[in-house]
């Protein structure tokens, strides 16, 4: 029998997979659908790196998919992906937070 928190973990692996693919084929057809001169500093960078964001969003949600499939059929590999991505996910979450905290221009106002 699968554990709960396997299952929601499973499932949450499901659900980033399927927004990382849609957003992935969102942007194969953003040319058409959406135009990119109105982006502003969004669409340059979509315009210089699409194909390449285009290319990661895919493999991550086809990769998020496999770890996904092999949580939810209890697989050991599948596991040990997971809690290697969540360690990666909080020392860079840290990371952001110190960052943030050091280099705000409102913490650094005298009086505040």
Not at 19 to 33: E, T
Not at 52 to 68: D, R, S
Not at 90 to 100: D, E, I, K, N, Q
Request: overall charge positive; proline content about 4%; some cysteine.
């Amino acid at each position: 029998m699968r554990p709960t928190g396997v299952t929601v973990i499973a499932i949450m692996w499901g659900i980033s997979a399927v927004f990382y693919l849609l957003i992935g084929l969102a942007m194969l057809i953003a040319p058409i659908a959406l135009p990119i001169s109105e982006l502003g500093a969004m669409g340059a960078m979509i315009a210089m790196f699409g194909s390449v964001i285009v290319v990661v969003m895919l493999i991550f949600g086809i990769v998020f998919l496999v770890i996904a499939y092999g949580l939810w059929t209890l697989k050991n590999w599948a596991r040990i992906i997971t809690i290697i991505l969540c360690g990666i996910s909080v020392v860079f979450t840290v990371l952001g937070l110190v960052a943030m905290t050091t280099m705000s221009p409102m913490l650094a106002m005298p009086g505040m």
